[in-house]
Structures are given as structure tokens and as C-alpha cells.
């Protein structure tokens, strides 16, 4: 049995978040099995292969526009007639989307619409707002239009393979599908797509003190008991990471208790992942239990919120444990899970970007760990800060679009520059 250090003992430091991070990456290999699903299906998957194309796309020249497909050299001669004729031709054909057309009559005109095939000869588009229909004016049952002047060669057509050249890589293994990169795919032919298959989590919370919403009423909750609300938001961002979960409840707090469960969730799961118990205090099992079944290889992180968190494995399984308090465990699963599980699935888009913003606040409060602000963009473009930048008060997380990523020892003036991750960042 491991003693607990005597008060003197100095204390292990702190691993920077960035550190952690690398090692944690690290410890993620790729998973290696991929499925194939319908693209219908794909969003938010990881692609598993390379996806080349069959064809150039458009599949040849079309129109951009509803209009006229002319032969620029008529339309010049055209106008150089003198009278009632001057600049017009004669309508030789109707050509719509999905249709191909005759090649181009001399001094004729074809009515043309957006996506339609552009016919052998003609060289521009005019729309139909610079034209004017001349009903009639090209003989019995028959109509012509005036040009009002020459266009240029090229005119609002779009050329064959100008999006996508046969033979091209249009989406890269790795890449995170998105509703724009599915409706490429579409694009070439592709109804069936090859992906990660989803890692399989087990989740689970421990405390005594927790209740499920539902199982009590609020007016019936015993002192010390609150509402399991960790449980709720990670599966929600378990599941947007394409996770598939199996959520094992709430664990009591007894380590042998603790160890039952990561025995279980071990046999059939990527990964485990739990919230609380991983301080160090008298009724924090986390740590024993993981080192009994495997080994632990990070524990603690110096940022603020989220100093307890933990890795490891159980057996073949990975482990995290995530800290207790809700808002601590809502920022390090953002920081370290979820980049931690896109590079579970190979995914090349594991890091998340900040950007530059204005505070309009102080921070005055310098922290000697890395600090995570919750925060809100104000109409004047720069960030608010929440009030209260407490671990446990959630509506935090509610009320901000973001976090100012704020280094050891900083202070934040009004008008500063900080590093800003917006959740749209973190959430996906």
C-alpha cells in the first residue's frame, strides 16, 4: 500500500498544459479499422482514405447564368448593322439544364439557362437583363434578341473540370467530413465514403453526493446531494466527436467499487473516461484503482480550471479521468479529450485555433498556472468576462462563446490583446 507523503514532502510540480498535451497525443495511436457508410450519413466522420475523382466537374462548359449563348464575332458584327436590325440575332434554339444543344447556328443566339451545356461555337454568355427580345423578328413563329454590346470571350460560362480535374485528391484521408465536403463527394459520384470507425467510450461519474435529475425531486434532495450535471454535457460532447457511448452511471464512492468499474468498462472500450475522484483526497479512489489494473502516467495539470487530471491505461484500454467540478471538467475535456480523440481516429485537424481580441475587462488576479477565462464578445468586437470565474458555477460556460487562453503570472488590462479560443473551436 502507497502511504501518503508527510506534510513536508515537497510537492511533484505541475506538468504545463502543453507538455501534457504532447505526451497525451502521443500515447493516442490511430485507431486502424475503418467502415464504409453512406455519405448521406458521413458528417462529423473521419475519412479513412483518400477520395480521387472519377471525372472533372462541372463534366463541361456550362452557363453561370439564364440568358444567351452567342458567338462573340456575330454579336460585333451585328451591331454594325444600320436600323431596326442592329445587333440582333435570330434565336436558333432553347437549351435548358440536363439538355445539350446543337452547335451554334451562324448570327443565331441560343436561350440558355444556369447549368445548361454550352453549345459547340458559342464562346459567351449574355444575360438575359443586358438583352432584348425581339418577338417574332426572326421570320414566322420565331423570335430574335438584341445584344446591346460584345461581350467578352468567356462571358459567364464556367469551364469543364474548373472545380474538379479527373484524377484529382478532393478530400484527403484524415480530413474531418463537414455538410460542405459530403456535397462534394456527391459531386464525383461517391455515395459511400470509407471512415474511422467510432471509438468506443465507457463513461462514468463517482460521488456519493450525486443524483440523477429525475430520481429526486429538488425539494426532496438530502443535504450535500447535487445533481450529476457532468454526466449530461460530456456525453453530449462524446457523441458530437462521434463517439459511440456506454454510460455506466454513477460509481459509489469505495474503491473496490471503482475498481468493478474500470474492470468492466475495460474489456470492450477504446476508452474510459470518468469525472471526479481523481484528487487526492480520502474518498478519491481513481488513482489506486487505475494503478492496481494498469498504470497511470499523467496526474495533475498545471491549469486553472482543471489541475486534477489523469491518464492512463486499464489493461488495453485507455483511461482519463476528468476532475469533479463541472466547469473543470467541461474546459479539460475541450483541452485535452477532445484533441486527444480526433487523433484517436487519425484525424489531421486535432489542434484548436485562437485569435487575437481586445479584453474589455481587467483580470488583475495573476495565477501561477495557465488560466482558462470564460468569456463573451460584446458588439464592440472585444470580450467580456464573466463574474464569476469559479470551477463549479457552470452558467459560466452557458453564458460565454469562449475562452481567453491567459499564460502563468499575466495580468489582463483593459484594452489588451488576448488569445481567444471561441467554443465553436472546441465543440465539434
Same mark, same amino acid.
Given at each position: 500500500m502507497t502511504l501518503p507523503a508527510s506534510p513536508d514532502s515537497p510537492r511533484p510540480a505541475l506538468m504545463p498544459l502543453d507538455d501534457a498535451l504532447t505526451q497525451l497525443l502521443g500515447f493516442a495511436v490511430p485507431l486502424t479499422e475503418m467502415e464504409s457508410v453512406s455519405t448521406f450519413d458521413a458528417d462529423g466522420r473521419v475519412l479513412a482514405q483518400d477520395l480521387v475523382s472519377a471525372l472533372q466537374v462541372p463534366p463541361h462548359d456550362n452557363s453561370s447564368m439564364d440568358g444567351y449563348a452567342v458567338r462573340c464575332a456575330d454579336v460585333a458584327q451585328a451591331l454594325h448593322a !444600320?436600323?431596326?436590325?442592329?445587333?440582333?440575332?435570330?434565336?436558333?434554339?432553347?437549351? =435548358?439544364?440536363?439538355?445539350?444543344?446543337?452547335?451554334?447556328?451562324?448570327?443565331?443566339?441560343?436561350?440558355?439557362?444556369?447549368?445548361?451545356?454550352?453549345?459547340?461555337?458559342?464562346?459567351?454568355? $449574355?444575360?438575359?437583363?443586358?438583352?432584348? %427580345?425581339?418577338?417574332?423578328?426572326?421570320?414566322?413563329?420565331? !423570335?430574335?434578341?438584341?445584344?446591346?454590346? $460584345?461581350?467578352?470571350?468567356?462571358?459567364?460560362?464556367?469551364?469543364?473540370?474548373?472545380? %474538379? &480535374?479527373?484524377?484529382? $485528391? $478532393?478530400?484527403?484521408?484524415?480530413?474531418?467530413?463537414?455538410?460542405?465536403s459530403l456535397g462534394l463527394a456527391a459531386s464525383i459520384g461517391i455515395n459511400v465514403v470509407p471512415v474511422r470507425r467510432r471509438p468506443r467510450v465507457a463513461l462514468f461519474s463517482t460521488g456519493d453526493e450525486l443524483v440523477m435529475p429525475g430520481d429526486v425531486a429538488p425539494q426532496q434532495m438530502k443535504p450535500g446531494a447535487i445533481y450529476n450535471s457532468n454526466r449530461f454535457f460530456l456525453r453530449a460532447l462524446l457523441l458530437r466527436l462521434g463517439c459511440e457511448v456506454t454510460d455506466l452511471g454513477i460509481v459509489p464512492d469505495r474503491l473496490d467499487a471503482t475498481v468493478a468499474a474500470l474492470q468492466s468498462a475495460a474489456l470492450n472500450h477504446d476508452l474510459i473516461l470518468s469525472s471526479g475522484g481523481v484528487s487526492v483526497g480520502e474518498e478519491d479512489h481513481i488513482k489506486p484503482a487505475v494503478q492496481s489494473l494498469g498504470q497511470l502516467d499523467l496526474w495533475q495539470i498545471a491549469i486553472k480550471p482543471g489541475k486534477p487530471f489523469a491518464y492512463g491505461r486499464v489493461q488495453?484500454?485507455?483511461?482519463?479521468?476528468?476532475?469533479?467540478?463541472?466547469?473543470?471538467?467541461?474546459?479539460?475535456?475541450?483541452?485535452?479529450?477532445?484533441?486527444?480523440?480526433?487523433?484517436?481516429?487519425?484525424? &489531421?485537424?486535432?489542434?484548436?485555433?485562437?485569435? =487575437?481580441?481586445? =479584453? +474589455?475587462? &481587467?483580470?488583475?488576479?495573476?495565477?501561477?498556472?495557465?488560466?482558462?477565462?470564460?468569456?463573451?464578445?460584446?458588439? +464592440?468586437?472585444?470580450?467580456?468576462?464573466?463574474?464569476?470565474?469559479?470551477?463549479?458555477?457552470? &452558467? !459560466?460556460?452557458?453564458?460565454?462563446?469562449?475562452?481567453?487562453?491567459?499564460?502563468?503570472?499575466?495580468?489582463?488590462?483593459?484594452?489588451?490583446?488576448?488569445?481567444?479560443?471561441?467554443?465553436?473551436?472546441?465543440?465539434?
Open positions: !444600320s436600323g431596326p436590325a442592329a445587333g440582333a440575332l435570330t434565336v436558333s434554339q432553347r437549351i =435548358a439544364a440536363g439538355a445539350a444543344g446543337l452547335p451554334l447556328a451562324p448570327m443565331s443566339a441560343a436561350r440558355i439557362f444556369t447549368g445548361a451545356p454550352i453549345p459547340l461555337g458559342a464562346d459567351a454568355v $449574355v444575360m438575359q437583363e443586358d438583352c432584348e %427580345v425581339l418577338p417574332g423578328a426572326g421570320g414566322p413563329g420565331s !423570335s430574335a434578341v438584341r445584344i446591346k454590346s $460584345v461581350p467578352a470571350p468567356g462571358q459567364w460560362i464556367r469551364r469543364a473540370g474548373e472545380d %474538379v &480535374t479527373q484524377g484529382a $485528391v $478532393v478530400l484527403l484521408k484524415g480530413e474531418l467530413l463537414t455538410p460542405a488495453n484500454a485507455h483511461f482519463i479521468g476528468l476532475p469533479g467540478n463541472p466547469v473543470s471538467s467541461f474546459v479539460t475535456f475541450l483541452l485535452l479529450v477532445r484533441p486527444f480523440l480526433r487523433q484517436l481516429l487519425g484525424s &489531421t485537424q486535432v489542434a484548436s485555433k485562437s485569435i =487575437a481580441v481586445q =479584453a +474589455h475587462f &481587467t483580470w488583475a488576479r495573476a495565477d501561477k498556472r495557465r488560466e482558462f477565462l470564460r468569456v463573451r464578445r460584446n458588439a +464592440h468586437g472585444g470580450l467580456d468576462l464573466f463574474a464569476n470565474q469559479s470551477s463549479g458555477v457552470l &452558467t !459560466s460556460a452557458v453564458w460565454g462563446d469562449g475562452l481567453v487562453d491567459n499564460p502563468p503570472g499575466q495580468t489582463i488590462a483593459f484594452g489588451d490583446e488576448v488569445r481567444f479560443i471561441p467554443f465553436s473551436e472546441l465543440l465539434g
